[in-house]
């Protein structure tokens, strides 16, 4: 992509429960238009990170910028509207069982809207359809699979048209097929909408279909330890732990 302009800037920030840190002086920059992975082993706080990124937990210290305005410096109101341009899938796609997936999808445009029930169902007829869910409104999630499902919470995390869209785990639990699918539609969905994803996922076969940037966090000096596009880390990367987490440990090809 060309032209990037900055998105989400990350300075000086250091997560953390209490006195424990989870991750600390992080410094990372995503684009506009970026499809951005937060990636690391098992406990290295990925979805932490993801949280403060999202508006749900603030920094011990440090700032988190969208196009240059301190989130965690703002007042109420301020914090609102830029969480109104925010869309979060969780890992389970977290649908209400009881609700068909068009009540589920209109939830958002019931609460934050003042559109009137036909335009919520013309917008939720068009969310379902470019998820690939055209014709299922009606279904429970129950009756459908665990791939539509997570496509639905991604037809749910859109209602809004959010600027940003965050993933959290999105291939976990789908067998192979489902994920590649899924990958496809975050791509798809960025090139045509032009929205910021945020990805957390330990999937390989994910990252580098859909990857252009990225963080790599360490468990063991609970800071970054890489930053960029996951191709160039692997084909570039001197530092053994991001090389033996980007070949599953079995290192780079000789030429």
């Known amino acids: 992509m060309t032209g990037k302009k900055a998105h989400i800037i990350v300075k000086d920030v250091t997560m953390a429960y209490g006195s424990y840190v989870v991750q600390g002086n992080l410094n990372f920059t995503i684009n506009r238009g970026d499809i951005f992975i937060i990636m690391g082993g098992s406990g290295c706080g990925k979805s932490t990170i993801m949280r403060g990124l999202s508006g749900l937990k603030s920094p011990a210290t440090g700032e988190v910028l969208y196009d240059g305005v301190n989130f965690w410096e703002g007042n109420t109101q301020d914090q609102d509207r830029i969480r109104r341009s925010f869309g979060v899938m969780f890992q389970s796609g977290a649908l ?10 209109s939830l958002p445009l019931e609460q934050y809207t003042d559109l009137n029930p036909g335009a919520i169902r013309k917008i939720v007829s068009l969310k379902l359809a470019l ?3 055209g014709g299922f409104e009606d279904f429970y999630p129950s009756e459908i699979s665990g791939g539509m499902r997570k496509r639905a919470g991604v037809a749910r995390a859109m209602a809004l048209d959010p600027e940003i869209l965050f993933f959290d785990e999105p291939s976990a639990g789908l067998d192979p097929v489902s994920a590649r699918r899924l990958d496809d539609l975050i791509v798809e969905l960025r090139d045509s909408l032009g929205t910021t994803m945020v990805v957390v996922t330990h999937e390989l076969a994910s990252i580098f279909a859909i990857a252009n940037n990225s963080v790599f966090l360490d468990p063991e000096t609970k800071t970054m330890i890489a930053h960029g596009d996951p191709k160039k880390l692997l084909a570039e990367s001197q530092d053994p732990k991001v090389i033996d987490f980007l070949t599953r440990g079995k290192g780079r090809e000789k030429p």
């Open 96 to 105: 209400w069982s009881s609700m068909t997936l068009a009540e589920n999808v």
């Open 131 to 133: 998820v690939g869910l």
